[in-house]
């Protein structure tokens, strides 16, 4: 088993590639980077460099979910040492030569390795449980432990990312402070009520998240986001918060137990995300979702009077499950419809239906239960790959319809309904203007040469929504220009 992997690595600023077997001593934790950190425009992912107050210096990170891995380990108490990217790992799979990077090495307090990929579960593809699974038998014969960190509890994570902001030994170097913290909260304190029993909470609350991030104080960071009435107590006392369970810090578990139905990682791997309108499942029953902030959701339900639960408490419910959201938005009062005249009416329809269909997967006009076409299914494709699929249908139809066309009726649209969407919008402007259809609504044969080559200027306005298209059509005059007459409805 030691003869089928290889280590390649930096050592004292030149590369060496060397056996598994004879190279398992290395101390990886201080060895720099085999490969760079990138940073692309464009790029979904977001690298960067992380001061670690375990090591005293930066590491590198490939994504933001990296970078809350680093935030974890920095945080465990029985780290000592992070290496970012430290060896490349050689083995041969058949005929095919194969390598992979493991996204950290970790040194322990009692000596004992840990190596850590990250990824999220539902981004593990083929190949990529094939390099884990390569990973962890070369860990297991050199006696180093192997981890498969996903995506960390939102709402630990949140305190923790909070906490961070203070790591730096600066935030606690005020000696009394720190020493009057430590006496107020022997016995438990609201977080706000015990720094203001200290002392001027602008100075007191740095040393006091300090001391969270350090250990000396302890709260529950895994029921709650950090408010003035977080209990907090010393070190002394019980032992509470998602930091102390049994998984161990930042939710590194064996890749063995990730793969059930059941299991943490799959079920946290995609934060979910509610929006009004949605249906959900909370504390055992079917609500809908009225209003959604920062902190906060309303729900309603049938026989329950109006609820407002804390996005927190929502999120952690065991049952907790989005069902379904709205698939098409709200008509508008069918008369502010009929008052458009019936060429734009059926302009907005018609936009709306495609619209729909990008937003939300699902087009309106097909059986429910035929679900999405693949093109536009939203767990696999992105919104701007499911408006670029819009925009190369409708051209391949006969419409000349760009992306940014597609995009920005979308978020017109998005907010109200097919009243939001520009044929509205302008047909209402002009209305207010005297005229009863805009010259740039009707079908494009009609056109004269000049209106097709000038932009048409801007008529009066009227008050309200409708009238805050004129930059939009502008904007997208350029486009609709060279449309012929098979092409005026997307214009």
């Known amino acids: 088993m030691l003869g089928a992997f290889d280590l390649d690595f930096f050592d004292s600023g030149r590369r060496r590639r060397t056996a598994l077997g004879s190279g398992w001593g290395v101390r990886f934790e201080d060895v720099p980077p085999v490969r760079g950190f990138r940073w692309n425009k464009g790029d979904r992912s977001f690298a960067g460099w992380y001061y670690a107050v375990t090591t005293g210096g930066h590491v ?21 040492g992070i290496a970012s990217q430290p060896f490349w790992l050689h083995w041969r799979e058949e005929e095919e030569k194969r390598r992979h990077a493991p996204d950290y090495f970790v040194r322990l307090t009692d000596g004992r390795a840990r190596v850590v990929d990250v990824r999220a579960e539902d981004d593990v593809d083929e190949r990529t449980a094939e390099a884990f699974v390569a990973t962890e038998r070369a860990c297991s014969a050199v006696g180093w432990e192997f981890a498969h960190a996903g995506v960390p509890d939102p709402v630990f994570m949140a305190n923790l ?16 402070v720190v020493e009057r913290l430590v006496e107020v909260f022997r016995q438990p304190h609201g977080l706000r009520a015990g720094a203001e029993e200290v002392g001027d909470v602008l100075r007191v609350l740095p040393a006091l998240f300090h001391l969270l991030w350090a250990g000396v104080l302890r709260a529950d960071l895994g029921d709650a986001l950090l408010s003035s009435g977080t209990v907090v107590h010393t070190s002394e006392g019980p032992v ?252």
């Open 240 to 491: 509470v918060g998602r930091q102390q369970g049994d998984r161990g810090h930042g939710l590194l578990r064996p890749r063995r137990d990730t793969r059930g139905e059941g299991s943490q990682m799959r079920r946290l791997s995609r934060p979910a995300t509610v929006g009004v309108g949605d249906r959900v499942r909370f504390a055992g029953q079917e609500r809908a979702v009225l209003a959604v902030s920062a902190r906060a959701v309303k729900l309603a339900a049938e026989d329950e009077p109006l609820r407002e639960v804390p996005l927190a408490v929502l999120l952690r419910d065991e049952g907790f499950e989005v069902l379904g959201s709205p698939v098409r938005m709200p008509l508008p009062p069918v008369s502010l419809l009929e008052a458009l005249p019936e060429h734009a009416r059926e302009k907005a329809l018609w936009w709306e239906d495609h619209i729909l269909e990008v937003l939300h997967g699902v087009d309106p006009n097909r059986d429910e239960d035929a679900g999405p076409r693949p093109e536009y299914d939203p767990a696999r494709h992105s919104l701007t790959a499911r408006e670029r699929a819009k925009a190369a249908e409708l051209t391949a139809a006969g419409y000349r319809v760009s992306v940014s066309t597609s995009a920005t009726s979308g978020a017109a649209t998005r907010p109200r309904g097919c009243w939001g969407s520009p044929t509205a919008d302008r047909c209402a402007r002009s209305r207010s203007s005297g005229r009863s259809t805009p010259r740039w609504s009707r079908p494009c044969g009609r056109r004269s040469r000049r209106e097709s080559t000038t932009p048409p200027a801007p008529g009066p306005t009227s008050s309200g929504g409708p009238a805050r298209s004129c930059g939009r059509t502008a904007r997208r005059w350029n486009c609709r220009r060279s449309q012929r007459s098979t092409g005026c409805w997307p214009s």
């Open 161 to 176: 990312r909070w906490l961070a902001r203070y790591r730096h030994g600066r935030c606690g170097r005020e000696s009394d």
């Open 60 to 80: 590198g990170y490939e994504s933001w979910l990296e970078r809350d891995q680093l935030i974890l380990l920095d945080f465990a108490p029985d780290v000592v």
